[in-house]
C-alpha cells in the first residue's frame, strides 16, 4: 500500500514521504495511529492543503520532547529479580517493569516510548532506547541483578556470573590442593613405619 508519512518513521522516511508498505502494517498501525495517510488523490490534496500546519505541530511537539529528555536521557534503574545460578532469570523483565521503574525516578513516559527489542531474561545491565518523539530518541539502562550489592558490581563493569563461576573454580582448586597435600602427608607418615617393619622382619630372620 502507498502512503503518505505524517510523521518521520525510521527506516522508511520523514513527513511527506509517499512510500510504499505492507497492506497489514499500515492497516494495523499507520493508519490507526495516524502516522500516515493513504496516498490517494483526495488525501494528497489535503495533505498539501495542511502541511504547513503540520510541520508546524510537529516541531511543536519535537521541541517539547528535546525538553523532556533532560529527563530522562541516561538514566539507570535497578530491577532485583530471581534467577538460576547461570543468570537465566525465572520470567523476564516487561515494559511495563522498565516503565515504573523510571517513573519512579520522574521519568514520565508511557509503554509505548520504550523501545525493547527483546525481552530480558538475563541478569546484566542493558542499554535501552526511549522514543520520546520520532526525531527524539535517548538511551537509559536496565540494570537486572539479584541483589543490591550485584547491581552496584554490575554498575562497575563486572559480570557477576562470570566471577561467580571463577570464585567456585578457585574454591575447588583450593580444595583439591589441600585434598592432595593431605595425601601426601599421610603416604610421608606411613613409609616409616613401614622401613622400621621391614627392618624387624630382617633382624628376626638373621637371629
Known amino acids: 500500500m502507498d502512503i503518505i508519512l505524517l510523521e518521520r518513521i525510521e527506516k522508511l522516511g520523514t513527513i511527506g514521504d509517499v512510500v510504499s508498505v ?3 502494517y499500515a492497516r494495523n498501525f499507520l493508519l490507526p ?3 500516515a495517510l493513504r496516498a490517494n488523490a483526495a488525501n494528497k490534496k489535503v495533505f498539501e492543503a495542511n502541511r504547513a500546519k503540520i510541520e508546524a505541530d510537529n ?3 519535537r521541541g517539547e520532547a528535546e525538553v523532556h ?3 530522562v536521557e541516561g538514566k539507570s534503574v535497578v530491577l532485583i529479580r530471581a534467577s538460576s545460578n547461570a543468570g537465566q532469570l525465572y520470567g523476564s523483565v516487561s515494559v511495563r517493569d522498565i516503565v515504573e521503574a523510571l517513573n519512579a525516578d520522574g521519568a514520565n513516559l508511557n509503554k509505548a516510548m520504550i523501545v ?3 525481552p530480558i531474561k538475563t541478569i546484566g545491565v542493558f ?5 520520546l518523539h520520532p526525531e527524539v530518541v535517548v538511551g537509559v539502562k536496565v540494570n537486572v541483578a539479584r541483589s543490591t550489592d550485584e547491581a552496584e558490581q ?3 563493569g563486572v559480570d557477576v556470573i562470570k566471577a561467580m563461576f571463577e570464585d567456585e573454580a578457585a574454591a575447588d582448586a583450593v580444595s583439591d590442593f589441600e585434598a592432595g597435600n593431605g595425601e601426601d602427608m599421610e603416604a610421608e607418615a606411613d613409609t616409616p613405619a613401614e622401613t622400621v617393619d621391614a627392618a624387624d ?3 628376626s630372620d638373621e637371629a
Open 116 to 118: 525493547l527489542e527483546r
Open 201 to 203: 622382619a630382617e633382624e
Open 154 to 156: 554490575q554498575a562497575q
Open 69 to 71: 529528555s533532560k529527563d
Open 59 to 61: 516541531a511543536s511537539r
Open 22 to 24: 505492507k497492506d497489514g
Open 33 to 35: 495511529n495516524k502516522k
Open 127 to 131: 542499554d535501552v532506547k526511549v522514543t
